[in-house]
């Protein structure tokens, strides 16, 4: 069964510039969490998406942002990047109550 | 408060013994509890996870959680170099449905 899928793996933005990160859930998960892992603050939670809709969001302003397709594949965007959005960006599937399983994740940086 | 507390550590044990890792978390009508492995530069493993007061074995690990205390923690048996990583506890909080992780424990299994 193949796990959750990021990419890209790697993207380095400049000030100001605008990222898009995608994640393909695990087969039959419905639900798509999206987290930043920043150098010394751990994991912190972005967003939820399950069956199409935005479900929860954590304390991020409001140019993070995304949205969950038809397929249950999700996309994260970041719009006027700043020096601080450098991080793991991390993207975790269930289904329901089950357990979170997580990709290798997107390392952004920021010049 | 921390919603969600662990000892950074490191926390050293020799190979061949138990090391026993702790988490606390403040939200009481958190409902399921989780144990993430997360080596330098990877993104994190489900080890275990657990829902109900008591104990949960699975293979060298096992995860205890004591609800009225809102204590979970995890013993890993017979300890390997390989263990050797950041454990990161994660509880599902009662709303929203997102995982609230801690900083993380530094284990360094020494052969």
């Known amino acids: 069964e193949a796990g959750v899928t990021q990419s890209p793996t790697h993207l380095i933005k400049t000030r100001g510039q605008q990222a898009t990160l995608r994640c393909s859930p695990i087969?039959?998960?419905?639900?798509v969490y999206w987290y930043q892992q920043a150098l010394g603050l751990g994991l912190q939670f972005l967003l939820w998406y399950d069956e199409g809709e935005e479900r929860n969001r954590g304390n991020f302003p409001p140019r993070f942002s995304g949205r969950q397709f038809p397929n249950y594949s999700s996309e994260l965007n970041v719009n006027a990047l700043e020096l601080e959005d450098s991080a793991l960006y991390l993207c975790?599937?269930?289904?329901?109550?089950?357990?979170?399983?997580f990709g290798d994740g997107t390392r952004l940086s920021i010049l | 408060q921390k919603e969600v507390e662990q000892n950074s550590g490191p926390l050293s044990v020799p190979e061949g013994a138990i090391a026993s890792l702790n988490c606390t978390y403040s939200d009481r009508g958190s409902q399921s509890f989780f144990w993430y492995r997360q080596y330098s530069g990877k993104s994190p493993e489900l080890i275990m996870f657990?829902?109900?007061?008591g104990d949960k074995e699975d293979g060298r690990f096992t995860a205890q959680l004591n609800k009225a205390s809102q204590y979970v923690s995890l013993l890993i048996r017979d300890s390997q170099p390989s263990d050797s990583a950041t454990y990161l506890c994660?509880?599902?909080?009662?709303?929203?449905?997102?995982?609230?992780f801690g900083a993380g424990t530094i284990l360094r299994v020494k052969s």
């Open positions: 087969s039959g998960h419905t639900s």
């Open positions: 975790a599937s269930t289904l329901g109550a089950l357990p979170q399983h």
């Open positions: 657990i829902y109900s007061n």
């Open positions: 994660a509880v599902n909080q009662e709303y929203g449905n997102k995982l609230v």
